[in-house]
């Protein structure tokens, strides 16, 4: 009987429900969302697939590919802690759901035409 | 509109859900429990956690198949009545997730049932988790071929 | 013609009774039996096709009929005796004596002056009593054939013992029409001890222990009613100077004096021991043991009616006194407490038995409301509870023999195992229960009737919402059962014995479409009962519907409505595709297993078992019997005590 | 009297969790119950044979993710101690913020699941709603609502800024106010009290002799509770165990109740009292030798056995939880009640199956 | 009589979507004294409409059978009401739709609906002499068991059996399932027994015992209406402060036992039925 | 680690459980390690008032511990739980689970096991 004061101010104020998908709130800052991976920027090192605590990336520096089961992968940001040149980032956005399965594969500009690019910039700079 | 018709309509506008925990964490149930409560309100969209196989529309599964729960899994899905859909939620419920390599982990959820709809995360966002539901509505569009 | 017809229907089962002692094969004793019970069946009809009547038969084997009778009740009393020296109680040998020498002093005494008078007669009550004997009666004898075989076969019986029970048991018929038939109350006394006699040695027939034990409180309880009988005998004489019915009746509602309200009292309490109303339940609870015949016979058109027939029939004799009104609360008093204890039982004979108990005591009570209506429902639930009760025990033997225990939680999924009998049980179980069947229509015409007395009205509000818990959860439990493989209707089991199986589906039968005739039933029975000593009439029956001030019952509308639903719901059942039978819900864990319960358990396999609810600390026969047996007892002191 | 046997469990409605018992009743009383585990079994703890000590902080995170953090807390402590690390006391301060915000918040919850199991919806609704504060702060302040990830060995991943700090005050003060307004509801309502007070009573000896663990111990009269150890900053912070005597449902609610007042008032005393510096020191070296360590859960005392043999795979990690202590009492418990107090029994010892199987 | 007749008629039409729609709008309160946005009005319709539209699944042929009969049972209920007819004709037609259900239920051989069947039974037990009680008071002051009488009594009965309204009060808070008496079987399913007496029940053979309870909803509101037969307005009135109070109720407290329940229900609905006859005899 | 360890043998084991139960300790847990050699520690830890006790028992996995749930009834599932991890059986467990506490059929037996001697005959 205690609760009817609750609920009767429940009742008589606007309820607490966030309307998603009609209301969405701004993501916190940090949020550890989506893994992205700025490939241009990877240096193949597997730092990161070491580390991992769910084995979930393989990198392979001679073809120059880093691939990611996002259906393992556990957002703990562990891989992003130990990337050396901080390729890896994580997005304030969480993964959006699927009807397949889904598996993340990104190809490396190989060295050469990376090398060239970035003595271009240089250049340009 | 003729009957199926109004049928249809209510078969989208009315998801039951029964959740099972297949050996989760904990982290995944308690974000799908979070989504009955005031702040996301999935009764909203009709949702009700219903708890009975035999009632439910939408089988949601958090945690990795082990080799004690699978055949409960099969039994709960083969439980409830067409049309219906699948919910894999979590890491774990997509793939085994950080658990994967344990001995008694058998895997994803769809190394022993169907699933229509992945939910990733770990834990999957309580929104995430509507929107899984909302897909699997899709899903079930598509089934009945109204999409 | 009418002297024909009585002799027949009061002498021929003992005439058969006699031949059937002797009969030691199997179908001779068929033949007797089938055309004895066909023999009483059309000779109640034709009886009743003739109506009323009253006969003073004049002489009987060339004695005078009276001295006739008195001689034989005084070899029955001595037989009694005998028994009691034999079985060396002294309660029953006090109880034999103070029957003997009452009797004695009335014949001595009073008998031969009574004014002679007609000592046959037959109103609609007697009538109706007649058909109950002669049909359902019959029914349960023909019905005995094919059971007795079998028990014989159970108990493995070197030489069949047939010839003693069918003796009894047509014996029985014949007493009782006797009994009904009898106008005077020295009569009535000869057959109603004749009764007991017969009960007794039915209930002891199988000859256990047990059966001993039990045979012999139904022995010393119904002679309790004996000695009230016999002192009432003398009082009504004393207060009246007759002992005919027809005279004691002559002038209902007209006060009787103290005097002969105390002589009714004794003879209610007569009534009260053989119907077993409080505190004298345990007789008739322990008269189960007998074979299954016995029970069907003694609780649906013999013995315990003769208790409420008595009291029907004494009804107007007390209209308007005290002792009417508390006769009514006594009744109601029995009905809701033996359905509390009912509650408590899983023992499917027990509940039958409980049951009857109960219902007797609504039928006690609408004696004791005493209003035209009430008096009418009470007639007529006489009829349909014979129906319905005497259905029900059949098909608890038949499932007894075959299962091998009288615990309904043992009955769970018969309908697998046994489909017609679990279904003509759960046809039974809803006829007792439910609208628009004849056993709820009364209780209806009880609770309105008893109107003027809230409390009344609630005690038996309060019973009928009682009983619908042990019904209900034994018509559940039959059914319960998975999908048979090969359809959804499960294939017939071993077929029983006709002599069974006929008597049961006509029972059935009998039981609904009495149900449905319950507005004739009214018109053409009771109805003109009522209005020999009531005036004004207890409703208005148009278009199928009972109707008075206090309400309406429509029958054929209810029948038509939920028989609609009911056969549309029948068909959309049978027609369920094979493929929609889906096991039951055992948490995730269930086997698959051909019944459907078995599940993973931590340690192997374990059978998921329900049980019901029996409310064992509530309705616990340890827990209640004591209670209940002191407040009845008071009461009953309290009635006597009033009319002092 | 014919009996009823039942499953109860693994999939059930009141059940949160795989857990199956095998009930047997009479008239609806529980006679025996017999419980079979292993449908959250996944033998994590081998897994730190092809895991090593670093990653299997993640993965013993995930033991349970209501009190992820405080796993991960013990675990990283266990090694800290074995290999020397200094952890500097802001990191050890921080530690206590997020326990302490998780006991919150798995209490809250707790009392919401609870109130759910005698059917109590509104209460349910209410106490998750609250909680939902705390899962703010957590994703705030760590990037998850859930497994929070802020542990590492020598110290924490993530700092608090001074917004932080004053945002989680402003925001504790809400729950404060928020959890006070329930109050007379949990302790003082009839029908809570009528369907809690004497069921499932564990006596004060029983509850020690069974090995009883957390609110379940303190509920029988007992004092008892890890953080008095005084690991990460207790030893600087002003605490005493709650306790209750009654050793029933209903002083099992009275004590976590008290609690969530209790670590609101523990977190503001670490924000206030949050020493500068460092959040985490590195730690090198490979962990070798035995250790145990203890710290307390929302639902009890946890306890961690390693064995390291001076490689980066642990030799051994055995994980002792509370809901695995708190097993046996609960099997005490059952029989004797009623099946519509089977639930409130199971859950009044807060089960959490995850961390029993592991 | 044949105006009557169609009255009733369109009465029990009318019926399952007025029970529908209380049902709608008593989730939506419900959800928002939970402050929580809650479900459309419309939300049981679909329910009922999924429902019939799902795969057919039994465990035998009595699950099929015995919904169809409850729903029949129901539904004459509210036509008998309609025809303004005898109270405890109505009450023992109730009695069939209850009596079905639970012989459905007991038909599964499986112990959640066999315990819920059990229960429902229980609460019965307990509704069914209080719905009795009611009626008694009813016929005590209008003197006979008909409804068209306590329309021709010209009088509100409120006044004369206020107590008799909390008895009504009570059965009503069993009949509607909500707390502290969801025992056999609650609205939402996170009890000890499943759903209880529903467990079993599927698709289909569901929709039609949801069907029933709005038809029983309305005939339960009907009842209600009938201690203030006299003007529409104070009908509807008293209509909506019960059924609101019995939200509050549903959401202030726990759910309590079976055993519970027939103490309470019994003993208090007993008690303040003797004391508003007592006082009910005194007056006249 | 800085809290003792005794080291105990199999027939004090009994006794010492019978001495710990008299003195109020609480049993907190036991731990089973593989040594690799064919033997397991077996580790009872008692408690206290917040002080462990700790004692170690050394084992042939082959061999068959006393159990201790007749005096600590908690010592069950661990003990149900060793059973199933490392094949260690017990006598007089109070309810045995035949070493499918947590396992279903189809997984290998004492998973926890290292691959020693007894595991690879
Ligand atoms: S795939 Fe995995 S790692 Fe890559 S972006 Fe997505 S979540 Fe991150
Ligand atoms: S650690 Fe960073 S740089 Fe190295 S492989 Fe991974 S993503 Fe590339
Ligand atoms: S976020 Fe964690 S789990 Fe995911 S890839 Fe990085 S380290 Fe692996
Ligand atoms: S996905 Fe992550 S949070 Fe979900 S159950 Fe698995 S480990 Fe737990
Ligand atoms: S089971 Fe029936 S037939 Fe067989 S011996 Fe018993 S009573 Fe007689
Ligand atoms: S003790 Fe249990 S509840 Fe607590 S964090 Fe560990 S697993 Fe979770
Ligand atoms: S801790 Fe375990 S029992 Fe408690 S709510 Fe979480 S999952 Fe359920
Ligand atoms: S018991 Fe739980 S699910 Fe059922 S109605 Fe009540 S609160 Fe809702």
């Given at each position: 009987m205690f609760m009817t004061k609750n609920v009767l101010k429940n009742l008589f104020s606007k309820s607490a429900t966030r309307l998603y998908p009609a209301e969405v709130r701004a993501p916190f800052k940090g949020f550890r969302g989506m893994l992205e991976n700025a490939i241009d920027v990877c240096i193949f090192c597997k730092k990161c697939q070491l580390a991992c605590p769910s084995q979930c990336l393989k990198v392979d520096l001679k073809a120059r590919t880093w691939e990611c089961d996002p259906f393992a992968c556990v957002y703990c940001g562990v891989c992003v802690d130990v990337c050396p040149v901080a390729s890896l980032s994580m997005r304030d956005a969480y993964r959006p759901v699927t009807g397949e399965r889904e598996m993340i594969f990104m190809q490396g500009a190989p060295k050469a035409v990376k090398e060239k690019k970035e003595k271009k910039e240089k250049d340009e700079a | 509109m003729s009957l199926t018709d109004w049928i249809n309509k209510g078969r989208l506008k009315s998801p039951w859900v029964v959740h099972f925990d297949c050996g989760s964490c904990n982290g995944c149930d308690i974000e799908v429990l979070a989504?009955?409560?005031?702040?996301?309100?999935?009764e909203r969209f009709g949702i009700l956690n219903i708890g009975n196989p035999k009632h439910a529309d939408v089988l949601v599964v958090t945690g990795t198949v082990n080799h004690r729960n699978k055949t409960v899994l099969k039994n709960i899905y083969d439980q409830m009545p067409g049309p219906k859909a699948v919910i894999a939620v979590g890491a774990c419920g997509l793939s085994g997730g950080v658990f994967r390599e344990a001995y008694n982990v058998v895997g994803g959820v769809d190394k022993v049932i169907p699933v229509d709809v992945y939910v990733p995360g770990c834990p999957a966002k309580p929104e995430s988790i509507i929107d899984g539901v909302v897909k699997a509505l899709d899903v079930v569009k598509t089934k009945l071929g109204l999409a | 013609m009418l002297e024909y017809l009585v002799f027949l229907l009061v002498v021929l089962p003992v005439l058969s009774a006699v031949a059937l002692l002797c009969i030691k094969n199997e179908g001779p004793r068929k033949s007797v039996v089938i055309a004895t019970g066909a023999v009483l069946a059309f000779c109640s009809l034709a009886l009743f096709a003739g109506g009323s009547f009253q006969l003073r038969p004049q002489s009987m084997l060339g004695l005078d009929p009276d001295v006739l009778v008195t001689g034989l009740d005084f070899a029955l009393l001595a037989v009694i005796l005998g028994i009691a020296v034999k079985l060396k109680s002294p309660l029953l040998i006090a109880l034999g004596l103070l029957q003997i020498l009452p009797l004695g002093y009335f014949e001595y005494s009073f008998a031969r002056h009574a004014a002679a008078g007609p000592s046959l007669a037959a109103d609609n009550l007697s009538l109706i009593m007649v058909l109950l004997v002669g049909f359902v009666g019959s029914l349960v004898c023909v019905y005995g054939l094919g059971y007795m075989k079998e028990h014989e076969a159970h108990l493995g019986l070197k030489k069949t013992r047939q010839p003693r029970f069918f003796f009894f048991l047509v014996l029985f018929l014949g007493a009782m029409n006797g009994l009904v038939l009898s106008n005077s109350l020295a009569w009535v006394y000869f057959f109603w001890e004749a009764t007991t006699v017969c009960s007794f040695a039915l209930i002891g027939h199988d000859g256990t222990q047990e059966a001993r034990a039990n045979s012999v409180r139904a022995l010393w309880m119904n002679m309790l009613g004996g000695v009230a009988f016999a002192l009432a005998l003398i009082a009504v004489y004393k207060a009246s100077g007759t002992v005919l019915l027809s005279d004691l009746l002559a002038h209902p509602g007209g006060g009787a004096s103290l005097a002969l309200l105390a002589a009714f009292f004794l003879l209610c309490f007569a009534g009260f021991t053989k119907a077993a109303q409080l505190p004298f339940q345990s007789w008739l609870c322990g008269a189960m043991v007998a074979p299954t015949p016995v029970s069907a016979l003694l609780h649906s058109s013999t013995m315990v009616k003769a208790g409420v027939y008595l009291i029907l029939r004494l009804a107007p004799a007390y209209a308007g006194t005290s002792l009417s009104s508390l006769i009514a609360l006594f009744g109601a008093f029995a009905f809701l407490t033996t359905a509390a204890l009912a509650i408590g039982q899983s023992n499917a004979k027990k509940i039958l038995a409980y049951s009857t108990i109960g219902n007797l005591g609504v039928i006690v009570a609408c004696a004791g409301i005493n209003t035209p209506a009430s008096i009418a429902a009470g007639v007529m639930l006489l009829i349909f509870h014979a129906v319905s009760k005497a259905l029900l025990f059949l098909c608890v033997g038949a499932i007894e023999q075959r299962i091998g225990s009288r615990d309904i939680e043992d009955m769970r999924g018969l309908i697998a195992v046994m489909p017609r009998a679990a279904a003509l049980t759960v046809a039974g179980i809803l006829t007792m229960l439910l609208p628009p069947f004849g056993v709820l229509l009364t209780k209806w015409m009880a609770i309105e009737s008893a109107m003027a007395s809230p409390l009344l009205v609630l005690i038996l509000a309060l019973g009928s919402a009682l009983t619908v818990v042990f019904w209900t959860r034994w018509a559940g439990l039959l059914l319960s059962a998975p999908m048979p493989a090969a359809g959804l209707v499960a294939p017939g089991a071993a077929v029983q014995a006709a002599s069974m199986r006929i008597p049961m589906t006509l029972l059935a039968y009998g039981a609904v479409l009495a149900g449905l005739a319950s507005p004739l039933i009214y018109r053409s029975l009771a109805a003109p009962f009522v209005s020999l000593f009531y005036k004004g009439a207890a409703y208005d029956v148009s278009a199928g519907s009972f109707a008075s001030g206090a309400g309406t019952f429509s029958v054929y509308p209810l029948f038509l409505l939920l028989g609609a639903g009911f056969f549309y719901a029948l068909r959309l059942a049978r027609r369920l595709p094979a493929r929609s039978a889906s096991a039951p819900y055992l948490c995730g864990e269930q086997t698959g297993d051909a019944a459907g319960n078995v599940f993973r358990g931590p340690l192997g396999p374990v059978a998921a078992t329900p049980a019901n609810l029996y409310l064992s600390a509530i309705c616990g026969e340890e827990v209640l019997t004591r209670w209940i047996n002191v407040i009845a007892m008071t009461m009953l002191a309290v009635m006597f005590g009033g009319i002092l | 009297m014919a009996r009823t046997i039942l499953p109860?469990?693994?999939?059930?409605?009141?059940?949160p969790e795989p857990i199956h018992l095998t009930l047997e009743l009479e008239d609806e009383i529980v006679v025996s119950a017999v419980p079979a585990l292993g449908y959250v079994h996944r033998g994590l703890e081998k897994l730190c044979e092809v895991r090593d000590f670093h990653q299997m902080i993640q993965i013993v995170e995930r033991v349970c993710g209501i009190c992820s953090k405080i796993h991960a807390m013990c675990y990283c402590q266990s090694l800290e101690e074995m290999m020397g690390a200094d952890v500097p006391r802001r990191a050890k301060y921080l530690r206590v913020v997020w326990s302490e915000l998780h006991r919150i918040h798995s209490h809250l919850l707790w009392i919401g699941l609870f109130a759910d199991a005698f059917g109590f919806e509104s209460l349910f609704m209410q106490c998750w709603r609250i909680r939902e504060r705390i899962m703010d702060i957590n994703e705030a302040t760590t990037g998850n609502r859930v497994v929070v990830s802020v542990n590492v060995i020598g110290g924490v991943r993530r700092d608090l800024s001074r917004e932080h700090q004053t945002w989680i005050g402003e925001q504790l003060k809400l729950v404060e106010k928020e959890v006070l307004a329930l109050k007379s509801t949990i302790v003082s309502d009839y029908t809570v009290k009528s369907r809690t007070q004497g069921v499932g009573v564990l006596t004060k000896d029983q509850a020690h002799q069974l090995g009883a663990v957390g609110p379940v111990l303190r509920a029988s009269g007992w004092a008892q509770d890890a953080r008095m150890l005084g690991y990460a900053a207790f030893d600087e912070l002003d605490f005493e165990p709650v306790v209750e005597v009654d050793g029933d449902c209903y002083a099992r609610l009275a004590v976590r109740f008290r609690e969530v007042l209790q670590s609101v008032d523990l977190v503001r005393q670490a924000l206030t009292r949050l020493p500068e510096g460092e959040i985490s020191v590195p730690v090198k070296g490979k962990p070798n030798g035995e250790i145990i360590t203890r710290v307390e859960q929302p639902r009890g005392e946890l306890m961690y056995y390693i064995k390291g043999?001076?490689?980066?795979?642990?030799?051994r990690l055995r994980i002792r939880t509370p809901t695995f202590a708190n097993i046996p009492p609960l099997l005490a418990m059952?029989?004797?009640?009623e099946l519509a107090d089977v639930p409130v029994v199971v859950l009044s010892i807060d089960p959490c199956i995850s961390c029993t199987e592991r | 009589m044949t105006s009557k007749f169609l009255l009733a008629l369109a009465l029990t039409i009318a019926a399952p979507f007025i029970g529908g729609l209380v049902t709608g709008i008593d989730r939506k309160i419900t959800a928002r004294l939970q402050s929580r946005y809650g479900p459309p009005i419309a939300q049981p319709f679909y329910d009922v409409l999924k429902l019939l539209g799902k795969d057919r699944m039994v465990v035998n042929m009595w699950q099929a059978l015995c919904p169809v009969v409850t729903l029949t049972a129901s539904a004459l209920c509210v036509f008998l009401f309609g025809m303004q007819a005898d109270l405890l004709l109505i009450f023992f037609v109730l009695t069939v739709g209850g009596v079905f259900l639970i012989m459905g239920a007991m038909a599964a051989p499986s112990p959640y609906s066999q315990i819920g069947a059990q229960r429902e039974l229980m609460q019965m037990l307990a509704y069914e002499p209080l719905l009795i009680l009611v009626f008694v008071s009813f016929s005590m002051v209008t003197g006979s068991f008909k409804i068209a009488d306590v329309y021709a009594y010209g009088r509100p009965l409120l006044p004369q059996l206020p107590l008799m309204f909390i008895v009504l009060g009570y059965a009503l808070t069993i009949k509607l399932r909500k707390s502290p008496f969801d025992i056999a079987a609650c609205h939402h399913a996170h009890q000890e027994i499943v759903r209880g007496v529903l467990t079993e029940y599927s698709g289909p053979n569901l929709a039609l015992i949801e069907i029933a309870h709005w038809f029983d909803v309305a005939l339960i509101l009907g009842l209600c209406s009938l201690f203030w037969s006299t003007s529409a307005l104070g009908a509807a009135t008293l209509l909506a402060g019960a059924y609101f109070l019995e939200l509050v109720i549903d959401n202030v407290t726990a759910r309590m036992t079976w055993r519970f329940m027939l103490q309470n229900a019994l003993g208090v609905g007993l008690a303040l039925s003797v004391l508003n006859i007592v006082w009910q005899s005194f007056n006249n | 680690m800085n809290d003792v360890i005794t080291r105990i043998t199999m027939d004090e084991l009994p006794g010492l459980a019978q001495k710990m139960f008299g003195e109020g300790q609480r049993l907190a847990t036991l731990t089973a390690v593989d040594l690799g050699d064919g033997t397991l520690d077996l580790l009872y830890h008692f408690d206290k008032d917040l002080v462990l006790s700790h004692y170690r028992l050394t084992v042939p996995k082959d061999a068959v511990a006393p159990s201790i749930s007749g005096v600590y009834f908690a010592a069950l599932l661990v003990e149900n739980e060793i059973k199933d991890q490392f094949g260690l059986n017990f006598s007089g467990l109070a309810l045995d689970f035949g070493g499918h506490l947590y396992l279903a059929d189809e997984v290998q037996n004492a998973p926890f096991c290292k691959l020693s001697l007894t595991k690879k005959a």
């Open positions: - | 989504c009955l409560t005031p702040l996301y309100d999935v | - | 109860f469990g693994p999939q059930h409605p009141v059940l043999d001076d490689t980066k795979f642990l030799d059952l029989p004797g009640v | - | -």
